[in-house]
């Protein structure tokens, strides 16, 4: 059996390896929400104890929030084909697995040591090509917009670790070198920052959210260009992600929507556009 790959991660890096998590726990079950057997491989090739995180509610949050940013960017792909999508804070996300057209031009955006451990397991390809760098630094960026357009950019579970002045730096850079891409990213209201502490999984590690947006039309006023053009929660996702939860989790979703409506409506996932300027 080969050797386990132990992973010299940061803070804020370590966190990756929730939602990795969550995925392979999610493969593993027989009424599979998604199916993402690299994240089952990644975790047993991993040397971590990922056993930390079992049972937490918050696994399952975590994968309805990557089904519905799925499906933005399949959205995005079906009317452009040959656009570019971008992950940035991609951790060791499959969404380029999941999503790929054939044509898509991607990019995996992530700090050094995060993409120096991706590289272990993915390499760069003529359509797909990873970038190490924080999303703070404008690189990324330049580096992007040699791609052809339109652009989707997806942050996941990335941009609610930074305070908010690096938050509008992100949105400021996008909107200036990516005019009238879109942008797909989660917000955390105060209420939720400050019982992070008490989170099921986040506990588990020493990260913390900092980035608190009470109203998600908040980007909207930091004169980036930025416009929201759609809000969900866990309880209103649209459509396509609803109807493939297995009736468990609809019950589930519907019991927390009534007993934790403050805690649901608090975290919010949300499209922006950047308008051209
Ligand atoms: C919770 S993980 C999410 C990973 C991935 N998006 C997913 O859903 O599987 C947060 C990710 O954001 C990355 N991140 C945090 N701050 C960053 C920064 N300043 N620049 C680039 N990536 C960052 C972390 O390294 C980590 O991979």
């Known amino acids: 059996m080969a050797e386990k790959r132990r992973p010299e991660l940061g803070t804020v890096q370590e966190t990756l390896l929730i939602p990795l ?3 392979a726990v999610e493969t593993r079950r027989q009424r599979e929400l998604l199916h993402d057997p690299r994240a089952v491989e990644m975790v047993e090739a991993i040397d971590y104890d990922f056993t930390r995180f079992d049972g937490a509610k918050s696994l399952i949050g975590a994968n309805l929030r990557t089904l519905l940013l799925d499906t933005w960017v399949r959205r995005f792909l079906a009317e452009h084909p040959h656009g570019t999508v971008v992950e940035i804070g991609t951790g060791l996300n499959t969404r380029f697995e999941r999503v790929d057209n054939g044509t898509v031009r991607w990019f995996d955006v992530d700090l050094p040591d995060v993409i120096a451990l991706r590289r272990t397991f993915f390499d760069d390809t003529e359509r797909r090509r990873m970038i190490a760098g924080s999303v703070t630094d404008p690189d990324w960026v330049t580096s992007v917009a040699d791609s052809p357009g339109p652009y989707f950019v997806v942050a996941e579970a990335v941009l609610i670790y ?3 002045a690096a938050v509008q730096d992100v949105f400021r850079m996008i909107g200036e070198k990516l005019p009238g891409s879109l942008l797909a990213l989660e917000t955390a209201a105060g209420a939720m920052i400050d019982a ?5 999984v986040l506990s588990k590690v020493d990260a913390r959210m900092h980035w608190r947006c009470d109203d998600p039309s908040t980007p909207e006023r930091w004169d980036t260009g930025a416009r929201l053009v759609e809000t969900t929660t866990l309880n209103t996702l649209p459509h396509p992600v609803r109807d493939r939860l297995p009736w468990s989790y609809r019950v589930l979703l519907s019991t927390m929507g009534t007993l934790r409506r403050r ?6 996932f949300n499209l922006y556009r950047m308008e051209a300027r």
């Not at 992070?196 to 099921?200: E, K, L, N, S, V």
């Not at 805690?263 to 919010?268: F, G, H, V």
């Open 196 to 200: 992070q502490d008490r989170h099921d």
């Open 162 to 164: 930074l305070e908010e």
């Open 263 to 268: 805690q649901i409506e608090a975290y919010r």
């Open 21 to 23: 998590y969550a995925r």
